[in-house]
C-alpha cells in the first residue's frame, strides 16, 4: 500500500539520489568492477545494494508522507462553498489517501510522521465556535429546533476518520505518540465536545474512548479534565452541547473500573456525577447519567445510599417533569439497593415520596404510586413496614379523599389494599391516628379562623375610617413659637 501511495514521488527520490549512477541504466544493472572502483578489489556500497534501497524507500515514504501530510495543513474557508473549490477537493482527496495509507500500514510509523499528524489535527480541529453558534439558550426551549450541521463537516469528518485511525493503528506506538498526544492535545479536544453539530460530537466520542484505552498514561489527566468540565457545567455555564456524550464515554470507562474502587473514582461520583441533577436541561442527559450511576452502584452496592442522598438533596420543588424523571432514576437504583443501606435512608426517602403522592400534578402522584409496582421495592417495603406505612399512609388516605385525577384515585386505592392485606392490623392503627390528626389539625384550623375573625372585628372601625380623632378646644390659645 505505501508503494501505491508514495507512486512516483518515491521512484524520483531514488533516482536522483546521490551515487545512483545518474538514472543510467547501465550503471543500475550492473555494479562497478574492481578496475573502476580504483582496483581495491572491493566494491563499495552502492545506491542499489538491499540496505540502501530499503534506507533510501524509507525516508522517502517518510518525506512522501509529511508532504501530503503538510498540504493538509492549509485551512479554508467553508462559509463559501464557491471559494477555492479546486483546493479544498484535491485536500479532501489528499486526506482519504492518508486514512486508506494508515489503515492499511505494514510498518510502524516514525516519529517525524506521528509528529506532523499530529500537527495537522490539531490544526484542523481545534478552532472557536461561532458565538451566534454557541448560544446560551436553555435546552428545554430549543429541543423542538433542527440541529445545527457545520458547513465544513464533510471535510472534517475525514480529520477525524484520519484521527481515529491514527489512534487505533498497531504501528502507532503509543510511548511514542503520547509526547504528541499530551494533556494540551487532549484539553483542546475535549473542548469541542461543546461543538453544536451532533456529528462531530458523536465522532469525538469514539476517539476520546479510543484514546482512553490506548494512552493509559492520559488517563488521570482525562477524568480530571472532565470532572473539571461537569463542575464548569454545573456551577457557571448552565449550558454545555456535549455532557451526554461525555457520560457516555464514562460509562463505558466505569465498567471497566476494578474493584474495590478507589476513593478517586467515589469522589468523582459525589463531586462529578450527583451535581449533574441540579441544571434544569438534565433531561438532555438522564439515561447516560443514571447509566453511569448504576455501574458505581453494581461495583459497590454501598454507594447506593450516597446516591439516593444526592437524589434528594437536588429533588426538583416546581418541575413537574424533572419530578418524574427523578422518580424514574430512583427506580432504577432502588432496584440495585441492598438492605442494610435502605434502612439507612428510608425515612427521608418515604417522607420525599409521599410529599410526590399528594403532588397536584397527577403524573407525578401516579408515578409514586407505581413505585409500588417493583417487587424489589415492595418487598423491602413489607420488611420494614413498621416504619414506612406510618409515613406513607397519610399521603394515601388524602389522595383517597380530596384528589382530584380518578386515574390517582384508583391507583391509590390499590395501594392502600395491599397494605391492607400485608398488616391490617397496622393499617388500622394508622387510620386511628390519621383521625385523629385531622381532629387535631381540623380543631387548629378553626381557632385560627376565630382569632383571625375577631383581629377583623376589632380592626374594623380604623380601617372603616368610623373612629374620630378628639380635637383641640376652641378656648385654648394656640402655642406661638417664640424667637430668641
Request: hydrophobic fraction near 40%.
Amino acid at each position: 500500500m505505501w508503494k501505491q501511495f508514495i507512486g512516483k514521488l518515491s521512484w524520483k527520490s531514488l533516482k536522483s539520489s546521490p551515487g545512483g549512477g545518474g538514472g543510467s541504466p547501465t550503471a543500475k544493472s550492473h555494479p562497478m568492477s574492481p578496475r573502476e572502483n580504483g582496483g581495491s578489489g572491493k566494491p563499495n556500497a552502492s545506491p542499489t545494494s538491499p540496505s540502501g534501497v530499503a534506507a533510501a524507500e524509507g525516508r522517502s515514504r517518510e518525506d512522501a508522507f509529511i508532504q501530503k501530510v503538510n498540504i493538509c495543513c492549509t485551512v479554508y474557508d467553508f462559509a463559501d462553498r464557491g471559494k477555492d473549490s479546486p483546493e479544498k477537493e484535491r485536500k479532501r482527496q489528499v486526506l482519504m489517501s492518508l486514512v486508506d495509507c494508515i489503515g492499511a500500514a505494514e510498518e510502524p510509523l516514525t516519529e517525524a510522521m506521528m509528529s506532523a499528524c499530529v500537527h495537522m489535527f490539531g490544526v484542523n480541529l481545534f478552532r472557536v465556535f461561532p458565538p451566534k453558534v454557541r448560544s446560551g439558550t436553555a435546552a428545554s426551549e430549543t429541543e423542538e429546533d433542527d440541529p445545527f450541521f457545520d458547513p465544513s463537516w464533510y471535510h472534517l469528518q475525514v480529520v477525524y476518520e484520519l484521527l481515529l485511525r491514527f489512534v487505533t493503528s498497531p504501528f502507532v506506538d503509543p510511548k511514542v505518540a503520547r509526547k504528541y498526544v499530551d494533556s494540551s492535545f487532549v484539553s483542546k479536544l475535549l473542548d469541542l465536545f461543546d461543538s453544536d453539530d451532533p456529528r462531530e460530537r458523536d465522532c469525538l466520542k469514539t476517539v476520546l474512548h479510543r484514546i482512553y484505552g490506548k494512552f493509559m498514561g492520559n488517563r488521570p489527566f482525562i477524568r480530571k479534565a472532565v470532572s473539571n468540565i461537569f463542575y464548569r457545567f454545573v456551577s457557571e455555564a448552565d449550558h454545555h452541547n456535549g455532557i451526554a456524550e461525555l457520560l457516555e464515554v464514562f460509562g463505558s470507562v466505569i465498567s471497566g473500573f476494578a474493584k474495590p474502587l478507589k476513593e478517586e473514582h467515589k469522589l468523582f461520583l459525589w463531586k462529578a456525577l450527583i451535581p449533574l441533577h441540579k441544571p434544569k436541561t438534565v433531561g438532555g442527559y438522564l439515561p447516560q447519567l443514571t447509566y453511569c450511576i448504576t455501574q458505581f452502584i453494581e461495583k459497590e452496592p454501598k454507594l447506593a445510599g450516597t446516591v439516593i442522598r444526592g437524589l434528594l438533596k437536588y429533588w426538583p420543588i416546581t418541575n413537574s417533569q424533572k419530578e418524574m424523571m427523578f422518580l424514574g432514576e430512583l427506580e432504577e437504583v432502588l432496584e440495585l439497593i441492598d438492605m442494610a443501606e435502605f434502612q439507612k435512608c428510608m425515612v427521608p426517602l418515604f417522607r420525599r415520596i409521599a410529599t410526590c403522592l399528594n403532588s397536584s400534578h397527577f403524573q407525578v402522584a401516579e408515578r409514586a404510586l407505581f413505585l409500588w409496582n417493583n417487587e424489589h421495592l415492595f418487598d423491602m417495603i413489607s420488611q420494614n413496614r413498621q416504619v414506612i406505612v406510618p409515613i406513607v399512609y397519610p399521603a394515601l388516605e388524602r389522595n383517597a379523599r380530596w384528589h382530584w385525577n380518578q386515574s390517582v384515585l384508583n391507583v391509590t386505592m390499590n395501594v392502600r389494599k395491599m397494605f391492607f392485606d400485608m398488616d391490617e392490623r397496622l393499617l388500622l392503627a394508622c387510620q386511628s391516628n390519621f383521625q385523629l390528626e385531622e381532629e387535631k389539625r381540623t380543631a387548629a384550623e378553626e381557632r385560627r379562623r376565630l382569632v383571625w375573625k375577631q383581629l377583623e372585628r376589632n380592626a374594623q372601625p380604623v380601617v372603616a375610617g368610623s373612629a374620630s380623632f378628639p380635637q383641640p378646644s376652641s378656648s385654648v390659645p394656640p402655642v406661638v413659637p417664640t424667637v430668641t
